[in-house]
């Protein structure tokens, strides 16, 4: 039994986790990743809550989720988020659906 996040517990979960909610982890990876010039890679992506905000600030970050609904949500969000960094198609998920790739958003 695969358990990832459908359409609904997805939007579910946007309503009670939108992006840049913290329950003090934001501000931790923040602290944390304070001047890393390299890439990060963040696991468990789901709606962008945390990928997101990072983004903002400048990291260069990509993420991954096992469910599909959840990053179909954040490429959603990510073009409402970043409109004037970014160029309004995110690439195809293609054969590694699980994998969200974004583009470089750092410079």
Do not use: Q
Not at 60 to 72: C, K, P, R, T, W
């Amino acid at each position: 039994m695969e358990n990832v996040y459908g359409k609904l517990a997805a939007w579910v979960y946007h309503l009670d986790k939108p992006i840049g909610h913290s329950f003090g982890d934001l501000e931790y990876y923040r602290e944390r990743l304070a001047g890393c010039t390299g890439a990060i890679l963040e696991p468990a992506t789901g709606n962008g809550r945390i990928l997101i905000p990072l983004l903002e600030s400048g990291l260069n970050i990509e993420g991954f989720d096992a469910s599909e609904e959840m990053l179909h949500s954040c490429s959603a969000i990510l073009l409402l988020y970043l409109p004037a960094r970014h160029s309004g198609t995110l690439p195809p998920l293609g054969a590694m659906k699980p994998l969200l790739c974004l583009p470089d958003l750092s410079s």
